[in-house]
Structures are given as C-alpha cells and as structure tokens.
C-alpha cells in the first residue's frame, strides 16, 4: 500500500488547512506527525467505515478526521492551528478496519506533508 499525503503548507496562527491522504482502502487510517526533535505522536483516526474516530488531546475540538469512501480519500481538517501544530503530517494505515491510537499498530505509511504555522 503506497499512500500519498497532501495539503500542507504554510498558515498564520488561528488559520485553517485540510491535509488529504490517498488511497485509503477499507481499512483504518490515521494521521500522525512528528515535530524536529521530537517522537512521531498520534494526531486523529477513523475506522472503516468511519462510524468511530479518536483524537489526541492536543487537538480535540480544532482538528476533524474525515473519509470519503467513494473518493478513498482521508481528511484532516485542521482548524484555530497554533504554532505547536507545526510538523510534518503522516498518514497511515493498518490491516485492520478498528481505528488505534498507537503508532506501531500501523502497517502502512505515506511519505508525509509538511505544515508550518507561524506566530
């Protein structure tokens, strides 16, 4: 499974951004991300056919997961982003349709697309 992550760029604190990953499959998905220095951490993820998604704390209530099953698409919507958002953004994938939190329960993983929000 090659996924491909994309949507990320550059955006003023309290902006919004929308990253996209493809394909997804009927499989769970997640997205993660990793700061400079810091560990790969979990960011939000869906089950198939999206009835359940979870989030990390640090983003409840601003970021959306989202799947468009005719489109095999993953979102996340990111909203009032801060500038401890920024990092590049992994999505992933697992041989499973139950959506986790943890990292090393992903088989599959996309190359990643960077988000940077300034101050």
């Known amino acids: 499974v090659q996924l491909q992550a994309s949507g990320g760029g550059l955006v003023q604190a309290g902006g919004s951004l929308r990253v996209s990953c493809t394909p997804s499959?009927?499989?769970?998905m997640g997205w993660f991300r990793q700061a400079p220095g810091k560990e790969r951490e979990f960011v939000a993820s869906?089950?198939?056919?999206?009835?359940?998604?979870y989030y990390a704390d640090s983003v409840k209530g601003r970021f959306t997961i989202s799947r468009d099953n005719i489109k095999n698409t993953v979102y996340l919507q990111m909203d009032r982003l801060k500038p401890e958002d920024t990092a590049v953004y992994y999505c992933?994938?697992?041989?499973?349709?139950?959506?986790?939190?943890?990292?090393?329960?992903?088989?599959?993983w996309g190359q990643g697309t960077q988000v940077t929000v300034s101050s």
């Open positions: 499959g009927h499989t769970a």
């Open positions: 992933a994938t697992r041989d499973s349709q139950s959506a986790s939190t943890i990292r090393t329960e992903y088989d599959y």
């Open positions: 869906i089950s198939w056919p999206g009835r359940k998604s």
